[in-house]
């Protein structure tokens, strides 16, 4: 489980620009970030810059650099989006079969052959990574590494938190 979380994290940090930013209707409280006051009056908390920003800034990117990611993330994503789809659907129909008590041999199959697919997103989602640091100076592949222990620091003190309430409720 702890390695699908870090792989987790990982293929945030790396394809963060493939993701939509949509519009956060929403106001939640984030425990980790307290609720700021400005003149007495609650604020909601900044939202943190999109992540390709933080790359492109943090890492100082050069615009060679900057498509030569773009041209990685577009391949990865090709090579995963039909093991994504297939990864649904399987997950899809054990959640049916577990709903309706069925067989458990073929729930166990499922899952089998769920964990296969991880594993080979898994693999792209590392292999994307090594892409990406080869065309890093040594310096950005520095500050690539803090970034990733950053999000890595981050990402437990979620996953406690998120563990504190469950055992809270």
């Known amino acids: 489980m702890n390695k699908y979380l870090l792989t987790g994290l990982l293929a945030i940090s790396v394809l963060a620009q493939t993701a939509l930013a949509l519009p956060n209707t929403e106001t939640k409280v984030n425990p980790i970030q307290p609720q700021r ?23 100082n990117l050069t615009q060679e650099q900057l498509d030569k990611a773009k041209a990685l993330r577009i391949a ?3 090579k995963m989006k039909p093991l994504m ?3 649904r659907q399987k997950q899809a129909e054990r959640n049916r079969l577990e709903n309706f008590d069925s067989d458990d041999t073929k729930i166990q199959q499922l899952n089998n052959e769920i964990r296969t697919l991880r594993k080979q997103i898994h693999e792209i989602i590392m292999q994307n990574e090594r892409d990406f640091i080869q065309i890093l100076t040594p310096e950005q592949q520095s500050e690539f590494n803090k970034m990733r222990e950053e999000r890595k620091k981050m990402f437990e003190k979620r ?7 469950q055992t809270n409720h």
């Open 37 to 59: 006051v400005e003149n007495g009056v609650p604020k909601p908390p900044k939202k943190p810059a999109p992540p390709e920003n933080e790359f492109k800034s943090r890492l």
């Open 76 to 78: 990865s994503q090709e």
């Open 85 to 87: 789809e297939e990864l």
């Open 159 to 165: 996953r406690e938190m998120k563990r504190k309430q």
